[in-house]
């Protein structure tokens, strides 16, 4: 080693590889600042489902003839590319349509051994999709779901998360990254807490798995999911990783065809996992571009492009500085490359139907965190989230344009 410093992301060459980046909006570049909520796709995605498409599709796994062998293995080799992605082997990968349905399977499957007055610990900042299933347990089964509380600047309280752990908690569920805040949570921390009191841990990764490289078996999770379109893949296609031995002991999620082992009037049996999680048939060509999506991200440098990420953000922070009718919500130390306001004297539609007349797509709303924007006191707000394609000057164009729009409420 030279002790040089490893080159910069080259993020010219990144967008050259996303056809839609071309596109204009109101006669002004699109500058797409939503990828949190779903990411543009690189051509090497588009390329591989076309071709599936257009050369080779089948279904997979019942068929004998050549197209379906081979789908089949651009199938499975889709879940390769997700084992390595979070370094697990392809029996602990299960495809979903999306992270919504993996947490869904989980809380169905896991809840059918739980009892009234069993506790599931999750947090204020999470997505619906990680609070509605729990609740749905709550509803049915009677299990006490607790939400730890976040600190002023949005980052999980740890003293008060410890403090509701204790011999009744099943389940701890919380997000790795918030969609809302860009809080990181300490993983390590949190399975460390929640496996000392027998608990077993799902986190909601569907932000953190796009902004940083995720190791599940040094993080010691039982349950990991995230969705395929905020990875640079398609919708529509979803993961749940989970440890071998906690999914050999889950019942089937849906039943059908795929899922089992033998059926008889009498008697079914089911398949191992993953095969029993995934009923009918599956989501072929998503899967095939998400693999395509991991495949194009996994050679580049990880590192690089969060440190690149951060510094658009942070000059999207430094240019709107000093601004005192902004507000913006989630500062903890550490966090992604998430940044969400309030205006004041403004709704968030309106901010963003605004900066629409610049060519600059945010989110607005409650983002499915009704919970955190009370525990924040608002009502909505809208979202900046930043992706490896989007520059510096994409930064300086939109707190420009955001302190333009402001003049519409003064």
């Given at each position: 080693m030279?002790g040089?410093l490893p080159?910069a992301f ?13 596109r ?8 797409y600042?939503?990828s949190?909520?779903?990411a543009?796709k ?9 071709a599936?498409m ?7 796994h ?12 651009a ?7 997700v084992?390595?992605?979070v ?12 992270a ?7 809380a169905?499957s896991?809840?059918?051994s739980?009892n ?5 610990v999750?947090?204020?900042?999470e997505h ?5 299933p729990?609740?749905?347990l ?6 006490v779901?607790?939400?730890a ?13 410890h ?6 908690t099943?389940i ?7 969609n ?6 300490d993983a390590a ?7 000392a009191v ?5 986190f ?7 902004h ?6 040094a993080?010691?999770c ?8 905020k990875?640079?893949?398609p919708?529509g ?24 082992g033998?059926?008889s009037?009498e ?21 095939i571009?998400l693999?395509a999506a ?20 942070a000059?999207?922070?430094e240019?709107?500085?000093g601004?005192?009718w ?5 500062t903890?130390p550490g ?5 969400s306001?309030?205006?004041?004297g ?9 900066l629409?007349r ?8 409650t ?18 989230s ?5 520059t510096l000057?994409?930064a300086?164009a939109?707190a420009?344009a955001l302190i ?7």
């Amino acid at each position: 080693m030279d002790g040089s410093l490893p080159p910069a992301f080259d993020v010219a060459a990144a967008r050259a590889q996303f056809p839609i980046l071309q596109r204009k909006i109101n006669g002004k570049p699109l500058i797409y600042l939503d990828s949190g909520a779903s990411a543009q796709k690189p051509r090497a995605v588009i390329e591989a489902m076309v071709a599936s498409m257009e050369g080779s599709y089948s279904n997979v796994h019942r068929g004998l003839h050549t197209l379906a062998n081979e789908t089949t293995e651009a199938y499975e080799k889709a879940r390769e590319s997700v084992g390595r992605l979070v370094n697990a082997p392809i029996h602990e990968i299960v495809f979903t349509k999306g992270a919504t349905e993996a947490i869904n399977l989980v809380a169905s499957s896991l809840g059918l051994s739980l009892n009234a007055g069993d506790e599931i610990v999750i947090s204020e900042l999470e997505h619906h999709a990680n609070i509605i299933p729990w609740h749905f347990l709550r509803e049915r089964k009677g299990v006490v779901l607790k939400f730890a509380p976040i600190t002023d600047d949005g980052g999980l309280d740890m003293e008060a998360f410890h403090a509701l752990l204790g011999p009744k908690t099943k389940i701890v569920a919380i997000t790795h990254m918030s969609n809302v805040t860009g809080t990181v949570t300490d993983a390590a921390a949190i399975v460390a807490a929640a496996h000392a009191v027998g608990a077993k841990v799902l986190f909601d990764g569907a932000q953190a798995i796009v902004h940083q490289a995720v190791d599940v078996k040094a993080l010691g999770c039982d349950f990991y999911v995230f969705s395929g379109h905020k990875l640079y893949g398609p919708t529509g296609i979803g993961v749940l990783y989970g440890r071998a031995e906690v999914l050999a002991d889950m019942p089937p999620y849906q039943g059908g065809g795929e899922m089992i082992g033998t059926v008889s009037q009498e008697l079914i049996t089911y398949a191992d996992p993953p095969h029993r999680f995934e009923a009918g048939t599956p989501p072929i060509l998503e899967a095939i571009g998400l693999g395509a999506a991991i495949d194009w991200l996994l050679p580049q440098d990880r590192a690089a492009i969060a440190a690149h990420e951060h510094a658009v953000y942070a000059r999207a922070v430094e240019r709107l500085s000093g601004q005192n009718w902004l507000r913006i919500l989630g500062t903890a130390p550490g966090k992604g490359a998430i940044l969400s306001f309030t205006v004041e004297g403004a709704h968030a539609h309106d901010v963003a139907q605004i900066l629409d007349r610049y060519g600059i797509a945010v989110r607005a709303g409650t983002h499915c965190a009704e919970p955190l924007m009370r525990r924040f006191g608002v009502i909505s707000s809208a979202r900046a989230s930043f992706a490896l394609y989007n520059t510096l000057e994409e930064a300086d164009a939109f707190a420009e344009a955001l302190i333009k729009t402001r003049t519409f409420f003064a």
